[in-house]
């Protein structure tokens, strides 16, 4: 699991079995496709947010932490958020990030067994000419601990404003093909308790916070994604849980699911 020794070193402020425990809780995948500098980082993160909850009132145990970092010459930020994983965590992310006038790139998420959830997404302005980095950043946090405290799914007003803007990216907009057909495939767990479900659509303002919405409305919860934006094409790897964690997933519900997803992205593509 830690083939690099790096891992292994003391960390100033974490113990050597909280360190373990931390590794213990997340699948192997996870070492593979993060860099030890990453996974340093997610592991002081997820110290922070222990010791916030010991620390905190029950609301407070409620605010996530989160670290943005960005390379001096790039138009690219890099937000982690480590919080407790809920129900439509994933959906209210992306939200927050619309609100705070940002673009999803590319987005990663994991959660370890004891349901605390590592976020990453790489994120830029959608508009650059007008945009104070942060202010904007500011505006994220202060979303999402709103919605995070909130049992409230529904954002009728994001909705709206988003039907609104253009769904073209002239910057970075597929030339070949304007008007990319949209594909959804749903792959099934032979445990019945998880699934996969891939898009692949022209990239739009909103995207990922539209699929989230689908997702959640059909009473899945997004575990872990993989997010790839290139030339105006998403690539999206969504997977999926049934909210009820007695549920086994049912073939209808995920057909039902496909044709959402399909039938939002036709209509964005329109």
């Not at 479900?197 to 990922?208: A, I, K, M, N, R």
Request: glycine share 4%.
């Amino acid at each position: 699991m830690m083939a690099d020794h790096s891992l292994k070193k003391t960390i100033p402020g974490i113990s050597e079995c909280e360190r373990e425990a931390h590794f213990n809780l997340l699948p192997d995948s996870y070492f593979v496709e993060n860099a030890v500098g990453d996974i340093v980082l997610h592991l002081q993160m997820v110290h922070d947010l222990l010791n916030r909850i010991s620390d905190a009132d029950s609301v407070g145990t409620l605010i996530p932490i989160i670290n943005w970092s960005q390379d001096a010459d790039s138009i690219f930020a890099r937000a982690t958020i480590v919080t407790w994983d809920r129900a439509g965590l994933f959906h209210k992310l992306a939200a927050s990030f619309f609100y705070a006038g940002y673009s999803i790139k590319s987005a990663s998420a994991i959660s370890r067994e004891d349901n605390i959830a590592i976020d990453t997404f790489v994120v830029n302005a959608r508009d650059q000419k007008n945009f104070n980095d942060h202010y904007a950043r500011q505006i994220f946090e202060e979303c999402l601990n709103k919605k995070l405290a909130s049992t409230n799914f529904g954002d009728s007003k994001l909705d709206e404003f988003i039907e609104t803007l253009d769904t073209g990216d002239t910057d970075n907009a597929n030339t070949t093909d304007q008007r990319l057909s949209p594909k959804v495939e749903v792959y099934e767990e032979i445990s019945k308790r998880k699934a996969t479900v891939e898009t692949h659509s022209s990239d739009t303002p909103g995207l990922l916070y539209r699929l989230a919405q689908v997702v959640h409305s059909h009473e899945f919860d997004i575990t872990a994604a993989h997010i790839h934006t290139e030339r105006g094409i998403a690539f999206d790897q969504l997977y999926i849980k049934s909210r009820d964690p007695k549920a086994r997933i049912k073939s209808e519900q995920l057909s039902k699911l496909k044709c959402s997803l399909l039938a939002t992205l036709r209509r964005i593509a329109r």
